[in-house]
């Protein structure tokens, strides 16, 4: 039995002010029966760290540079993130491969770097709503997941794969709980083929989760959980989905 996470990511909201009520909020509500963390912008890391003191969430970064260090003028490096005791890195999300261009190749040597100093990557894949009308949906979802699988090696077993649908984030729309355990079932089978630690491997499903809508999508066979944005920005909906999780 997988333990379930469900991951906040704010993007790019927030300031000191809401954070602090919003993280006040969430050390009220819990601990869960999950693993449970929240990615912050990176201005405001280090004060969730001393605001999640003595709790049981863990944080995390949105993004992390593909590069060890050096002249890379606004990138923050894992080593960085490692520093200041980040628990996860999210890479590849589909934002920034939309927005920021990034490919395949970069999202797998971001997880590469985050790796090598000790901070998990949730690596982000999912197709376009094109993609899917396109039948495509499998094939680009493999494709996405084969470069990290490549390029991590023996080492892929140590990642958190999230499953989102592009068509589904900040939509309203969300995939039905069978049409996303259907993509979870192929992404399983393809890290059962690359590791043994396929089984204990976490896939996170993204898109639209609400607390109405997380305890039918986390009961399916090969969803361990959730990534978690519009609904992440407020105590409650964000600790009912972490209620949903532990059962
Ligand atoms: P929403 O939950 O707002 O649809 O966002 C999902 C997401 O992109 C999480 O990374």
Redesign the pocket.
């Known amino acids: 039995m997988r333990r379930k996470l469900v991951v906040g ?1 704010w ?1 790019m909201h927030g300031s000191r002010i809401a954070n602090a009520q919003l993280l006040a909020g969430l050390k009220e509500a819990g601990p869960w029966n999950a693993d449970v963390a929240v990615c912050v912008p990176f201005p405001y890391i280090a004060e969730t760290a001393l605001a999640l003191t003595g709790t049981s969430i863990v944080y995390g970064a949105q993004d992390c540079s593909a590069h060890e260090q050096g002249a890379y003028t606004g990138e923050v490096s894992s080593a960085m993130l490692s520093d200041i005791g980040c628990r996860y890195v ?1 890479v590849g ?3 920034r491969r939309a927005y920021h261009a990034e490919s395949d190749q970069l999202v797998a040597d971001k997880a590469k770097a985050a790796l090598a100093h000790g901070v998990t990557p949730i690596v ?1 894949v999912g197709e376009t709503r094109a993609e899917r009308e396109a039948g495509q949906t499998e094939a680009v979802v493999k494709r996405q997941l084969a470069a990290v699988i490549h390029t991590l090696g023996h080492c892929c077993g140590e990642m958190v794969v ?1 499953y ?1 649908p592009v068509w ?4 309203g729309l969300t995939a039905t709980p069978a049409q996303a355990q259907a993509v979870h079932a192929v992404l399983r089978a393809q890290l059962h083929a690359a590791t043994d630690r396929s089984g204990v491997m976490r896939i996170l499903y ?4 609400k607390a109405d809508n997380a305890a039918e999508l986390f009961a399916q066979a090969d969803i361990d959980g959730g ?6 920005l407020k105590a409650g909906d964000f600790s009912a989905i972490c209620r949903a999780a532990a059962q």
């Open positions: 990511n993007k999210i999300h589909s934002e982000c999230a989102e589904a984030i900040g939509t993204g898109g639209s989760v990534l978690i944005g519009g609904a992440a």
